[in-house]
C-alpha cells in the first residue's frame, strides 16, 4: 500500500540556517503531496502542497518539488525563524477511492534564537 | 468563516468506559475524515465519509470503533469498552465537494485528546 517515510528528528537548528526535511513516498499511481505544519498547542495546517511532477509548492518560505524518479517531495527553507518551530508531516492522497491521506511520522523542528 | 470544530478538546475516561467523540465538518463539505494522531503510529486514518455514508472504514482498528454522520454535516465517533491503548488524539477533517483532477485539500480541526486510565 501506500507509504511516506520522513526523516524523524528531532531536528535543532539556530535561527537563520538553511533547513532541509527529507521526505520519500511509495504510491501507485500519480498522488498528490503535501506538507502539513502542526505548531504548539494547535491543529495541523496545510503549509504547501504540489499535484503533479516536477511541481513546487511553496509558502512562508518553504518549498518542495515533486520528483517523480526519487520518489521525494523534500522541504526546505533557506532562512528558518523560532517562529517555524514546530512538528512537519509529509503526507500522500491518491485520487480515486476514500481519498485519504497517508502521513508520514512527524518531524519535531525547534529554532533556538 | 467557522473552520472544523471538534468536541470535547479534552476527554478523560476510565477503561471500560464508552465514549463519544464530535466533529462538526466546515459548512458545505461533502467529505470528512476521521484520524488518530499516538505516539507510537503517529497520524492514522480510520474512516471517510462521503455525504452519510462510509464507503471506506479501512482504518477502523476494532468492532469497538464505529463512526456515524448525520445529515451530511456532524459526525459522531463512538468508542465502546476503552481501553488504554486508545488514548490518542482523534482529528477531525473535511474536505469540499467537486472534485477535479487534483486532490482537494482537507482542513482540520484541534482534535479531543482521549485519555484511558
Known sequence: ?113 | GAGVSQSPSNKVTEKGKDVELRCDPISGHTALYWYRQSLGQGLEFLIYFQGNSAPDKSGLPSDRFSAERTGGSVSTLTIQRTQQEDSAVYLCASSPPGRTFTYNEQFFGPGTRLTVL
Open chain 1, 1 to 113: 500500500g501506500d507509504s511516506v517515510t520522513q526523516m524523524e528528528g528531532p531536528v535543532t537548528l539556530s535561527e537563520e540556517a538553511f533547513l532541509t526535511i527529507n521526505c520519500t513516498y511509495t504510491a501507485t499511481g500519480y498522488p498528490s503531496l503535501f506538507w502539513y505544519v502542526q505548531y504548539p498547542g494547535e491543529g495541523l495546517q496545510l503549509l504547501l502542497k504540489a499535484t503533479k511532477a516536477d511541481d513546487k509548492g511553496s509558502n512562508k518560505g518553504f518549498e518542495a518539488t515533486y520528483r517523480k524518479e526519487t520518489t521525494s517531495f523534500h522541504l526546505e527553507k533557506g532562512s528558518v525563524q523560532v517562529s517555524d518551530s514546530a512538528v512537519y508531516f509529509c503526507a500522500l492522497g491518491s485520487q480515486g477511492g476514500s481519498e485519504k491521506l497517508v502521513f508520514g511520522k512527524g518531524t519535531k523542528l525547534t529554532v533556538n534564537p
